[in-house]
């Protein structure tokens, strides 16, 4: 349909009505997302939509619109029907018969293609959080509109806003409104759009350029290609606005060539344009003259730069100038130029509509209006997604992003791209605009907005930045060419754990100098990714160059396998599983024991941070290593046989404390032929394996078993023997000493109450159990202070010794709960009640007897500094639960008594023992430290691997190698790809019912079968072998 | 350089495309480069070479021009040109090993063409499809949500 030239004000108001008039008819429309989601089968849906519409002669009263991003990228293709205003994703054109004929036909939801929140579907855009909490003004037709239909536009009101400003508005008028409205620049640096304006306005010259940078170069940000694809229309009117306001007759639209569909729909928008009078020689009868060209990048990031750009247009070199002087006085060719970003035009239509007052009621003091953020990286709802200045990270990758998936824990939001920083999570409840950013290491910058979660390493983060504007940089100034080569040749030997602590300040120093001696934005911001992280993950630099590791088994230069290098003790994981997958469990067993000698508690109860590391994840799950190891001990056949002749001779080697640490410590040395003698308080060996760990989870008789294979190589063992001063055992003759004594005592709560009767702290509970004495139960009501797996332990033993009713009460929410996750379940399964948000206030008692427990109930306030929320009681809100039994499990403290002596080691001001974390030496010659007296409560697999440090340290003070049973070179079976594609999800450990669990201490887990444990096994990508 | 060149070389292309730029001039430089690229397939020397003289523009800013931008090459690509992203998203979904596992399939370096003229591999600073991560293009078809285990498949499609 053809219109005629709009030649005022009146016309396109006419156009617009006359074209909604025309809209009445449609019954439907079936909008598609035809931008993003092209690359997942969009063309296709739209395809059978048609087809389908047709055939049921439904094709006059039902439109489908192809539209531009709709925004929840996460689920591509999307579809979205109006006027239900209902939401699918995932759409394949097989899904299309059935929408017709429920949603259309019969204005029913289909639940199956709905987006699910809290495993509920949810079909209603207005209910999905993802928009629920958004505020989608500069994207409001993005999705809603045919990109490539100007009647579309119109209709929404398109450009009728220019022509009314072009009409009724003097050029000063227009950049005072947009100053008022406080807009700030949305490509970056923020910088008051109005004031840009007015200097181009000012400056003398006939001739004036107009540029809308669409080079959108930052890696992660996608939001003005979304606008240009989505919404092409309003970019052209905010830059008709512009051109008038600043006196501009020509301008361009610099695209990124990479962007093919974005080049497509501006073109088609501006010839639409042109031909209806918009664009040209007399825009809409107001005598303005203005035209745009549209000119595409050749792939050069530094042509974000204003001035880079400049020269790219003119056909040079995309090289910076100095500025002064600025492109608004001296521009393209030399005349006055005004460049603004894509997302900075498409949000002029909004200030010059609904003018700077209302314009700037939302946003914060110094940044107004609203900002897209392009949403990705390890979030569950990638996207495009809109949001008032001032709202906080968490808002942004929690409520409407989702959060993370596969429930990792959140690192760090990379924002502002190579310019910008890595936020932590300390920071999630800021508000975020172009200060606060800024405050805190980071900048705005485009608005990409890159989510980072447990399994992403810092240093690598640094160094991929900083690869990636060294060889973006054009050249001309030396301190970028050359400073950043020589930080990248830094952060290289970083991440292969072959540099100094020294080299960190050197980073500093160069950074500084690369900043200041920088011509243009991409030199002076080039060091931010490095210095933000330098900053706020420091300690990730210093693990990388002092203990050789990377936490996030990323660093190729470090890691083999990320499982193997994520074990604190270092066991070779892929080569065990790939024994394993072959039924050759004795051998795989040994590879363990190479590196930790409990395989049958490890297989139990280890915190397996291997698993959290396993790249199979990336494809769907990761390995059950934990099971398989226990499949391993459960069924090897030579169990007992010590993988050494056993230490002879002397014992030249006290160890305090028969915990994994200490036991682990003298394994090792027995292994290394050192002879040593362990200490042990309590009557039986194992620590808190034996006292704090409750047999449904680890039985007696396999802990006993494991311990007697250590104690077969040769290790002396003295129970009953508390060694009242460490350095005693040294002036007897000993060499060295390792003490590993844990923490023994449970951390005490300083409330009212807390010394009736009655109140029994967990570990003691624990330990009385395990040892024969445990506390009858029977008809009680018992009360768990804590979320950790003392506590759960704890109740779920109370569970077995008959109680009546057992509450965990936790002052955060469940997420939060350190436990493992499958404990907790379990407790719930077994009647265990769990009370979150509630912050013990006192324990009431009796004729001096536990009676009640009063606690407050709370709400999650601000991060703390590890980005978890703080719990913030409310007051008033007391609430009691009468109990007979308060049980505190809220930590334990270490226990250093034998080291609180004269000449003894120093602690540090947490209580903890003083070590070097390389070698476990304390400050005293020859006393060496390790486990949870060190660490704080930490886990079995920590404590295994401290008894393997201390155990080389000590082998190097006496004389030794250090050496360890070399453990590489048993399996190169790799399975083929034809195994691992067909491979089943994730193997499942069988339970025992829970009519069973509740009568009694019986090992609940029982472990893989035979065909579960190899298939499991088979699914190992043996990421080792890879070259 | 010799003339020579130039005669094996068709012309026809070059003219069409600067007929249909009115004045041109050095500003237009970056557009040429693409049109003639686009028809040419890359930059051929002696192409470049009458561009300068029909211009006036010189070829020592022409040659400083097109070995600026990564999307101009001076050497024939393969029949199919991969792109894979490098950008943040990508890198943290492992992206890397994207890159990794197409070097391997194909025994050729990002910038580089297989001797049999069927592949040329590029990296792309960002394809502005983050929500794809990890992502690559072959020609003009987009694939996301990659793992190293469906390149070669991916890769074999293109004859």
């Given at each position: ?473 054009c050249g001309k100034c030396t301190p970028c060419r050359v400073g950043t080569k020589k930080m990248l040749t830094i952060l290289d030997a970083i991440s292969r754990g072959q540099a100094k602590l020294e080299d960190l300040d050197q980073l500093e120093l160069l950074a500084e100098h690369i900043k200041k001696g920088s011509l243009c934005g991409l030199g002076q911001t080039a060091p931010n990714p490095v210095l933000s992280t330098l900053r706020h993950f420091r300690d990730e630099y210093e693990e990388h160059i002092v203990l050789k590791t990377c936490r996030a088994a990323v660093c190729e230069g470090l890691v083999r396998a990320p499982c193997q290098h994520a074990c604190p003790a270092g066991v070779n994981v892929p080569e065990y599983l790939a024994l394993a997958a072959e039924g050759r469990l004795t051998e795989a067993a040994n590879i363990i024991r190479r590196r930790n000698p409990f395989v049958s508690v490890c297989g139990r109860v280890c915190d397996h941070p291997c698993e959290q590391r396993c790249r199979r994840s990336e494809i769907d799950q990761p390995l059950a290593i934990r099971a398989l190891k226990r499949y391993i001990a459960d069924y090897m056949d030579d169990y007992d046989s010590p993988m050494a002749r056993p230490a002879q001779g002397q014992a030249e080697v006290a160890i305090i404390g028969s915990g994994p640490a200490g036991l682990s410590c003298a394994y090792f040395l027995a292994l290394i032929q050192r002879p040593s003698v362990v200490f042990e308080a309590e009557p039986i060996p194992g620590g808190m394996l034996t006292l704090g760990i409750p047999e449904f989870r680890l039985p007696k008789d396999i802990l006993k078993k494991e311990i007697d294979f250590i104690l077969s190589h040769g290790v002396k063992l003295r129970t009953d023997s508390r060694i009242g001063d460490a350095t005693d055992l040294l002036r007897s003759g000993f060499k060295a000493v390792f003490v590993a004594t844990g923490g023994q005592r449970g951390k005490s709560i300083d409330i009212e109450g807390i010394d009736l009767r009655g109140v029994i702290d967990a570990l003691e509970f624990l330990r009385d159990r395990a040892l024969g004495k445990g506390l009858d139960c029977r008809g009680k009501r018992i009360v768990v202070l804590g979320g950790g797996n003392a506590a759960v332990d704890v109740a779920r033993s ?230 | ?159």
């Open positions: 349909m053809s219109h005629k030239k709009i030649t005022s004000l009146q016309d396109i108001e006419k156009l617009r009505q006359q074209l909604l008039s025309r809209q009445q008819s449609c019954k439907a429309k079936v909008l598609v997302c035809m931008t993003g989601c092209r690359a997942l089968g969009a063309q296709d849906v739209c395809t059978e939509f048609r087809r389908q519409l047709k055939r049921l002669s439904l094709d006059e009263q039902v439109i489908v619109v192809e539209t531009g991003c709709i925004g929840m990228c996460a689920r591509a293709p999307v579809v979205l029907i109006e006027p239900h205003e209902y939401l699918y994703g995932g759409v394949t054109p097989e899904d299309v018969e059935e929408i017709i004929s429920t949603t259309i036909q019969k204005s029913k939801p289909l639940n199956r293609l709905a987006v699910t929140q809290d495993d509920k579907p949810v079909v209603k855009v207005s209910d999905i959080d993802f928009y629920k909490r958004q505020d989608r003004k500069v994207l409001e037709n993005c999705g809603r509109i045919d990109p490539r239909s100007i009647e579309n536009a119109i209709e929404r009101g398109g450009y009728v806003t220019a022509i009314r400003t072009l009409t009724e508005k003097k050029p000063q008028q227009i950049i005072d409104e947009v100053t008022d409205s406080g807009l700030r620049g949305r490509g970056g640096a923020g910088f008051p759009t109005g004031v840009k304006w007015n200097f181009a306005r000012k400056s003398t010259g006939e001739e004036k350029y107009l540029i809308c940078n669409a080079d959108e170069g930052d890696p992660g940000a996608f939001m003005d290609r979304a606008l240009l694809e989505g919404d092409p229309h309003r970019v052209i009117e905010g830059m008709i606005i512009a051109a008038y306001a600043i006196g501009a007759g020509h301008g361009f639209i610099y695209v990124r060539a990479e962007y093919p569909i974005a080049v497509e729909h501006i073109n088609i928008a501006l010839e639409q344009a042109r031909a209806l009078g918009l664009l040209g020689d007399n825009i809409a009868g107001t005598g303005f003259g203005f035209d745009i060209e549209v000119r595409m990048g050749a792939g050069a990031f530094v042509c974000g730069e204003e001035t880079a750009l400049i020269a790219s247009l003119e056909g040079k070199r995309g090289m910076p100038t100095t500025r002064p002087p600025f492109p608004a006085v001296k521009g393209y060719q030399g005349k006055p130029t005004n460049i603004n970003n894509v997302e900075t035009f498409a949000n002029v239509p909004i200030v010059l509509k609904d003018g700077a007052k209302n314009y700037s009621k939302i946003g914060t003091a110094k940044s107004k209006g609203t900002k897209i953020f392009a949403l990705a990286g390890k979030v569950n709802n990638t996207g495009l997604v809109e949001v008032p200045m001032g709202t906080t990270l968490r808002e942004i990758i929690f409520d409407i992003g989702g959060g993370i998936p596969k429930g990792r824990k959140f690192k760090a939001a990379q924002m502002g791209g190579p310019s910008g920083g890595c936020i932590p999570a300390k920071y999630l409840d800021r508000g975020i605009d172009y200060d606060s950013v800024q405050q805190i290491g980071a900048i705005m910058g485009s608005g990409g907005l890159i989510v980072m979660d447990e399994n992403t390493c810092m240093v690598d983060i640094a160094r991929y930045f900083l690869e990636f504007v060294q060889a973006e940089s109370a569970v077995r010794l008959g109680a009546d009713e057992i509450t965990i009460l936790y002052r955060r929410t469940r997420q939060e709960m350190p436990a493992y996750e499958e404990e907790i379940e379990g407790a719930l399964e077994e009647g265990v009640n769990l009370v979150t948000l509630g912050v013990p206030k006192r324990v009431i008692g009796k004729d001096r007897t536990v009676s009640a427990i009063e606690f407050l109930r709370a709400e999650l306030g601000q991060a703390d500094a590890d980005g978890r929320r703080r719990p913030v009681p409310i007051e008033g809100s007391e609430t009691t639960i009468q109990c007979d039994i308060v049980i505190p499990a809220i930590g334990q403290i270490a226990s250093t008594e034998s080291l609180n002596v004269e000449g003894g080691p120093e602690l540090t001001k947490w209580g903890t023992v003083k070590v070097d974390p390389v070698r476990l030496n304390t400050t005293v010659d020859s006393i060496f430290s390790g486990g949870d007296c060190v660490t704080g409560p930490a886990s079995v697999i920590g404590a295994i691997a401290a008894g393997q440090k201390a155990a080389v340290s000590i082998d190097k003070m006496l004389g030794g190698s250090g050496n360890l049973p070399h453990d590489v070179g048993f399996s190169f079976t790799k399975p083929d790809e034809e195994t691992l594609a067909q491979s089943p999800p994730r193997a499942e450990e069988k339970i025992i019912p829970l009519e069973k669990r509740k009568r009694g201490f019986a090992e609940v887990v029982l472990g893989l079968d035979r065909e579960q444990a190899l298939t499991e096994a088979g699914r190992c990508l043996r990421c080792d072998l890879e070259e | 350089m010799s003339n020579s060149d130039t005669a094996s070389l068709d012309t026809k292309p070059l003219d069409g495309i600067l007929a249909s730029m009115p004045e041109v001039g050095p500003n237009d430089l970056v557009p040429i480069l693409q049109q003639v690229q686009k028809a040419y397939g890359y930059l051929p020397k002696a192409i470049l070479m009458t561009v300068s003289d029909r211009t006036g523009i010189s070829a020592s800013r022409i040659y400083g021009v097109a070995t600026f931008y990564e999307q101009f090459h001076l050497v024939p690509h393969g029949r199919h040109t991969i792109r894979c992203c490098r950008g943040t998203a990508c890198h943290v979904k492992g992206g890397h090993n994207i890159i990794k596992a197409i070097r391997q399939n194909l025994g050729i370096e990002p910038n580089e063409t297989t001797e049999d003229m069927r592949y040329t591999f590029e990296t792309v600073a960002c394809l502005g499809t983050c929500f794809l991560a990890p992502v690559m293009m072959v020609n003009n078809d987009y694939y996301g949500h990659l793992n190293p285990r469906k390149i070669k498949s991916i890769l074999e499609r293109y004859t």
